[in-house]
Nanobody, 124 residues
Framework: QVQLVESGGGSVQAGGSLRLSCGGF????????WAWFRQAPGKEREGVAV???????TYADSVKGRFTISKDNTKDTLYLQMNTLKPEDTAMYYC??????????????????WGQGTQVTVSS
C-alpha cells in the first residue's frame, strides 16, 4: 500500500514562486508515473505535470516554461517548482502515482493513488 503526502502550498502574489513536495510512503518502488494535478472550485481536475521512472516529463500547455516537475528517488519525494505564478493557477494541488504505463499521462483516470491535496492561492 502507498501513501502520498503533499506539502508546500500557500498564498503568493502573481509573479511569485512556490515549490510543492509530495512524499511517498510504503511500497513505492515500482510506481511507474508520478504526477501533479490541480482542481479549482467548480472545475474539473486537470493534469499539470507528470514524470515517469525514466525521468521523462509531460506538461500541460498552460504551465510549460513556468513549472518544473522533478523527483528525488533517494528521498522518494516528488516536487513541483512553480514560477511566474498567475491567479489562474489558484487551485488545490494533488500528487498522484500509479504502477501502470498509461497512454494518457495527464488524465486523472490513469492514477490509482492520490494525496490529500495542498492549496495554492495566487493573488493579483
Amino acid at each position: 500500500q502507498v501513501q502520498l503526502v503533499e506539502s508546500g502550498g500557500g498564498s503568493v502574489q502573481a509573479g511569485g514562486s512556490l515549490r510543492l513536495s509530495c512524499g511517498g510512503f510504503g511500497y513505492t518502488y515500482n510506481l511507474y508515473s508520478w504526477a501533479w494535478f490541480r482542481q479549482a472550485p467548480g472545475k474539473e481536475r486537470e493534469g499539470v505535470a507528470v514524470i515517469d521512472i525514466y525521468g521523462s516529463t509531460t506538461y500541460a500547455d498552460s504551465v510549460k516554461g513556468r513549472f518544473t516537475i522533478s523527483k528525488d528517488n533517494t528521498k522518494d519525494t516528488l516536487y513541483l517548482q512553480m514560477n511566474t505564478l498567475k491567479p489562474e493557477d489558484t487551485a488545490m494541488y494533488y500528487c498522484a502515482a500509479d504502477w501502470r504505463v498509461g497512454s494518457r499521462p495527464l488524465n486523472p483516470l490513469e492514477y490509482s493513488t492520490w494525496g490529500q491535496g495542498t492549496q495554492v492561492t495566487v493573488s493579483s
